[in-house]
């Protein structure tokens, strides 16, 4: 027994940590890079190559990096980088492709990337599955598997990178997953998708159902990030029934957070709103809501529901989309419509499921 070291620092540098309990090297910033590189006895400028081949060219292995030693590849060939394995890749007529990436524990999540001419728009996951259970989302009806870690947050980005063979312009946390209830990831990868991957702040949308409490902390942490709120009912009744979670933290309370939020910030935030026919989209409804953001420094999305086989719900027609905008217009609430892209390929908001029907 007593041979057996008992700190790290007893080992010789190269056998410090073992390949297998090594953390993924994804998701670190370049300070935490250097701290690794002089941790394994070699000079600090490799830090910034290991950078460069981990968030620009993307490397799978550290045995690829042909600029090191090779002898030292050798050595770190099995430190674990992080990234994932492209199980299924489907594409719509409207370009957008979806990805069904497989983790190192062999779960699935789904990726989306939404190609325009002037961007490259990726949605991505949080969590394996969802808790929330909201009640039109086909996430939320597999049930929740496990939070997704940094690096299989950052992966998804270089992945679709890789696959379009362009930047990545633009990222939304709006694939499976509530991403407040995962900040530990989150944030740090929303940084390293900034600091790191070069996507601009303001570029990068995290999108919730509200979690009590975690607005004011991002608000806290002066979260560098637009924050999207999906809201989806314009009364504490109707949305109850949407979000069962609204049931213990009320509209109203969600509302308070989100004025708080714009004042410590002093950024706009976006409300997202799910059409749904006929059940959230009459004309009262739009009064209400407008009563609701009255004198709010924000913008609504209204986004027509894309079905689900398992619930009722209906996507309305044009006629109703445009009346909604309209009752919205008239009582001065900025709002746009997005239409989501993929859905021909199952690719839309609120499409993506674990398991593959
Ligand atoms: N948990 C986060 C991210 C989820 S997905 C959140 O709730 O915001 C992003 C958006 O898609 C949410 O506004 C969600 O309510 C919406 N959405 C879910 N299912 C949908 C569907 N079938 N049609 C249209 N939008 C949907």
Same mark, same amino acid.
């Given at each position: 027994?007593?041979?057996?070291?008992?700190?790290?620092? /007893? +080992?010789? !540098?190269?056998?410090?940590?073992?390949?297998?309990?090594?953390?993924?090297?994804?998701?670190?910033?370049?300070?935490?890079?250097?701290?690794?590189?002089?941790? /394994?006895?070699?000079?600090?400028?490799?830090?910034? /190559?290991?950078?460069?081949?981990?968030?620009? &060219?993307?490397?799978?292995?550290?045995?690829?990096?042909?600029?090191?030693? &090779?002898?030292?590849?050798?050595?770190?060939?099995?430190?674990?980088?992080?990234?994932? %394995?492209?199980?299924?890749?489907?594409?719509?007529?409207?370009?957008?492709?979806?990805? +069904?990436? /497989?983790?190192?524990?062999?779960?699935?999540?789904?990726?989306?990337?939404?190609?325009?001419? &002037?961007?490259?728009?990726?949605?991505?996951?949080?969590?394996?599955?969802? !808790?929330?259970?909201?009640?039109?989302?086909?996430? #939320?009806?597999?049930?929740?598997?496990?939070?997704?870690?940094?690096?299989?947050?950052?992966? %998804?980005?270089?992945?679709?990178?890789?696959?379009?063979?362009?930047?990545?312009?633009?990222?939304?946390?709006?694939?499976? #997953?509530?991403?407040?209830? =995962?900040?530990?990831?989150?944030?740090?990868?929303?940084?390293?998708?900034?600091?790191?991957?070069?996507?601009?702040?303001?570029?990068?949308?995290?999108?919730?159902? #509200?979690?009590? #409490?975690?607005?004011?902390?991002?608000?806290?942490?002066? +979260? %560098?990030?637009?924050?999207?709120?999906?809201?989806?009912?314009? =009364?504490?009744?109707?949305? %109850?029934?949407?979000?069962?979670?609204?049931?213990?933290?009320?509209?109203?309370?969600?509302?308070?957070?989100?004025?708080?939020?714009?004042?410590?910030?002093?950024?706009?935030?976006?409300?997202?709103?799910?059409?749904?026919?006929?059940?959230?989209?009459?004309?009262?409804?739009?009064?209400?809501?407008?009563?609701? +953001?009255?004198?709010?420094?924000?913008?609504?999305?209204?986004?027509?529901?894309?079905?689900?086989?398992?619930?009722?719900?209906?996507?309305?027609?044009?006629?109703?989309?445009?009346?909604?905008?309209?009752?919205?217009?008239?009582?001065?609430?900025?709002?746009?419509?997005?239409?989501?892209?993929?859905?021909?390929?199952?690719?839309?908001?609120?499409?993506?499921?674990?398991?593959?029907?």
């Amino acid at each position: 027994m007593s041979s057996i070291p008992t700190s790290p620092s /007893q +080992l010789p !540098a190269n056998q410090q940590t073992p390949a297998s309990a090594q953390k993924p090297l994804l998701g670190m910033s370049l300070p935490q890079l250097q701290e690794w590189v002089q941790q /394994q006895g070699q000079p600090i400028y490799r830090a910034q /190559q290991l950078h460069q081949w981990l968030y620009e &060219k993307g490397v799978h292995s550290l045995s690829d990096i042909t600029v090191f030693p &090779k002898s030292w590849r050798a050595e770190i060939a099995d430190v674990p980088v992080g990234r994932s %394995q492209i199980f299924h890749r489907s594409v719509a007529p409207d370009k957008t492709v979806k990805y +069904l990436l /497989q983790l190192e524990d062999g779960q699935i999540i789904e990726t989306v990337g939404m190609p325009t001419e &002037k961007r490259l728009t990726v949605c991505v996951s949080s969590q394996v599955g969802c !808790a929330m259970a909201c009640d039109f989302c086909a996430t #939320g009806k597999s049930g929740f598997q496990r939070h997704l870690k940094i690096h299989e947050i950052v992966d %998804q980005v270089l992945t679709v990178q890789a696959d379009f063979g362009r930047r990545v312009s633009h990222v939304v946390f709006m694939g499976m #997953g509530e991403p407040l209830l =995962n900040l530990e990831a989150v944030l740090p990868a929303v940084r390293c998708l900034n600091q790191d991957v070069g996507i601009a702040a303001r570029s990068l949308t995290i999108s919730t159902v #509200g979690i009590r #409490g975690r607005i004011r902390q991002l608000a806290q942490e002066k +979260l %560098q990030a637009t924050l999207a709120v999906s809201l989806h009912a314009p =009364n504490q009744q109707l949305r %109850q029934e949407l979000i069962p979670s609204a049931k213990h933290y009320p509209l109203e309370a969600l509302m308070q957070e989100c004025r708080e939020y714009v004042q410590t910030t002093k950024r706009r935030l976006s409300f997202e709103y799910t059409l749904l026919a006929e059940y959230n989209d009459r004309p009262e409804h739009a009064a209400q809501l407008a009563r609701l +953001l009255r004198g709010f420094q924000c913008h609504v999305n209204l986004i027509p529901y894309n079905p689900i086989p398992e619930v009722a719900y209906k996507r309305p027609d044009q006629q109703r989309i445009d009346r909604f905008q309209q009752a919205l217009q008239e009582r001065h609430v900025a709002v746009s419509v997005r239409y989501s892209r993929g859905l021909e390929a199952d690719a839309a908001c609120g499409q993506l499921r674990t398991r593959q029907s």
